[in-house]
T-cell receptor, first 115, second 107 residues
């Protein structure tokens, strides 16, 4: 069965631009969560979507947003990019909301570089 | 102080050695996860624990809820075990991550 698919794998953007990242969960999984990984801050939770609704959010500015479609695919958008947004963005899918009952399956990530 | 602390930060071992990575946390949790990240960036979930002990092949994970501590053990380590191992706790339906332990196993 196909794993969690993130596209694109690599992206280079200029400061001030916006970017959209995509995550396709494992078939049947209804929850998608997003994470940012940087050398300085490590892995941090961004937000989680379940049944097209944002159910939980981390401590990130409003420039970071997301959405989930009826087929459970999710997109994450970052507007007005800053150099500090350069990071590996990972998504994970789960059968239900919150991974504590079902566990998480992670994608390979999108590496975003802001220049 | 971080809510999830891992030790050691870096670990070097010879093939065949027994490895232990520790994780302590200071928040209430509903589950604890051990994750493996290879240089390409992708993360593999190794274990999800809420009590006791789990074993999968050469990997063993234990958790002590009262002491807020978990350990990941690798028996008979192999160079292919070289990776970053990350402890993460499920707190109010979101994951809080440790800073990771970078393991290198030499032949």
């Amino acid at each position: 069965k196909a794993g969690v698919t993130q596209t694109p794998r690599y992206l280079i953007k200029t400061r001030g631009q916006q970017v959209t990242l995509s995550c396709s969960p494992i078939s049947g999984h209804r929850s998608v969560s997003w994470y940012q990984q940087t050398p300085g801050q490590g892995l941090q939770f961004l937000f989680e979507y379940f049944s097209e609704t944002q159910r939980n959010k981390g401590n990130f500015p409003g420039r970071f947003s997301g959405r989930q479609f009826s087929n459970s695919r999710s997109e994450m958008n970052v507007s007005t990019l800053e150099l500090g947004d350069s990071a590996l963005y990972l998504c994970a899918s789960s059968l239900g909301f919150g991974g504590r009952h079902y566990g998480y399956t992670f994608g390979s990530g999108t590496r975003l570089t802001v220049v | 102080k971080n809510e999830v602390e891992q030790s050691p930060q870096n670990l070097t071992a010879q093939e065949g050695e027994f490895i232990t990575i520790n994780c302590s946390y200071s928040v209430g949790i509903s589950a604890l996860h051990w994750l493996q990240q290879h240089p390409g960036g992708g993360i593999v979930s190794l274990f999800m624990l809420s009590s006791g002990k789990k074993k999968h092949g050469r990997l063993i994970a234990t958790i002590n809820i009262q002491e807020k501590h978990s350990s990941l053990h690798i028996t008979a380590s192999h160079p292919r075990d070289s990776a970053v191992y990350i402890c993460a706790v499920d707190n109010t339906d979101k994951l809080i991550f440790g800073t990771g332990t970078r393991l290198q196993v030499f032949p």
